[in-house]
């Protein structure tokens, strides 16, 4: 039975938690470390099913650390590394684009230098998380494909194409064995309140209003978490090295018919009159160099690792609402304190 020991950075936010949970229980024989420096999207309660499990070691630190995460791998010896450990929201960004640098290029340089150091094996790994938004913009057809172009316009996704290219290089350098995918919009339990999805249906169960930017009509391509998750356990372990994929729920939709049917499902969950919550929609200022549209052409995983969504929009969407309408704890923890001052930063000025 191989016995790995798996490093998984960023493990207690949004996508880094449900992969956490899946690792720890379907691989009672790996060793897992989740390590996370529990930014304010990162949180410890994603993960209390799973805290006490025998395999499962969580690290409190910063990947920006150099020192430290070269003493981690020196004493754990991890041989694989997932990567996830990011800042992830594109309107943060454009307000503080060094933070983004710092942790998601300096980050992932330091977490390479270490791998490159320490990491044995011939099993040895490092699998590094991106975003379909280091490709820019599509216009109203076509779809990024694994050879599409990088062309990113945020200072989020120049961050995140910066790594990507960070990650090929050292590969291509050092002869490290890396893998890379490249996932569209992810949507599912435990998403921060600063993303679409989750601000709005916390906007609609405290009846705020629901800015959308510009006139609506941009396009995004959902994912449910959980198959996103999958996704990376399947490229984790069957991938070529070298190798990058595109992941993508083959599930496009313009943000306002998202909106739309966001506040009807809801409003049948909160016993409203129907046209309740879609009277919070406010259009407001668009969000400066705002891309078009994103999709992605997932044949690639889908041929050679068999992978595909399981979740019909609808239903994820329906999930999604029950979980965060289950976990009114949750969302007060988050949304007191820091996140207000977020808000009215972002929102209300
Ligand atoms: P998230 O913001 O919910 O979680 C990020 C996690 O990283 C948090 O737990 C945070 O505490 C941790 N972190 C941040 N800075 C750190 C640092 N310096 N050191 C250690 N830990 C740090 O983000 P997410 O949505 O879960 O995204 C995870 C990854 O997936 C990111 O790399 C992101 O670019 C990528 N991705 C996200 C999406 C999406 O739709 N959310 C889609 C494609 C790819
Ligand atoms: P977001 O969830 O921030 O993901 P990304 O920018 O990484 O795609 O935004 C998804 C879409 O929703 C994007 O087109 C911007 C739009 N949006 C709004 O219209 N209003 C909002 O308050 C937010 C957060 C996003």
């Known amino acids: 039975m191989v016995n790995k020991k798996v490093l998984i950075t960023g493990g207690c936010g949004f996508i880094g938690s449900h992969v956490v949970r899946l690792f720890v229980n379907k691989y009672p024989q790996y060793n897992i470390f989740n390590l996370d420096a529990l930014t304010y999207s990162g949180n410890l309660e994603n993960l209390v099913d799973i805290e006490n499990a025998s395999n499962y070691t969580f690290l409190k630190n910063d990947i920006n650390d150099a020192d430290s995460i070269n003493h981690l ?25 060094l933070q983004f640098a710092k942790t998601n290029i300096l980050g992932t340089i330091n977490l390479l230098d270490s791998f490159k150091k320490h990491a044995q094996g011939e099993n040895r790994l490092f699998y590094h998380i991106s975003t379909d938004e280091v490709y820019g913009t599509l216009g109203e057809t076509g779809l990024f494909n694994e050879t599409t172009s990088y062309d990113p316009h945020s200072p989020y996704s120049a961050s995140k194409a910066s790594s990507d290219h960070f990650v090929r290089a050292y590969g291509d350098t050092y002869g490290l064995p890396i893998v890379i995918s490249n996932c569209s919009n992810n949507y599912g339990p435990n998403q921060f309140p600063e993303k679409l999805i989750p601000l709005f249906i916390n906007n609609i169960i405290n009846r705020k209003s629901l800015p959308v930017y510009g006139d609506g009509n941009y ?56 046209g309740e919550s879609r009277a919070l929609i406010t259009y407001v200022k668009d969000r400066p160099g705002h891309d078009l549209r994103y999709a992605i052409d997932a044949s690639k995983i889908n041929k050679d690792l068999n992978w595909t969504p399981s979740l019909q929009f609808e239903e994820g969407l329906g999930k999604t609402i029950d979980w965060y309408l289950n976990n009114a704890d949750w969302l007060d923890n988050i949304t007191s304190g820091e996140y207000q001052t977020y808000y009215s930063k972002q929102y209300e000025n």
Not at 243 to 259: A, P, R, S
Request: glycine share 4%.
């Open 73 to 97: 791998f020196k004493s754990y010896k991890f041989d694989s590394v997932i990567h996830l450990a990011a800042e992830s929201h594109v309107d943060r960004s454009i307000s503080d684009p």
């Open 219 to 274: 396009t995004r391509d959902w994912l449910y978490v959980v198959d996103h998750a999958k996704a990376i356990d399947l490229i984790f372990h069957k991938a070529d090295r070298g190798q990058t994929y595109n992941i993508g729920g083959f599930n496009e939709w313009k943000n306002i018919d998202l909106v739309n049917l966001l506040c009807d499902l809801m409003d049948e969950r909160l016993g409203r009159e129907k």
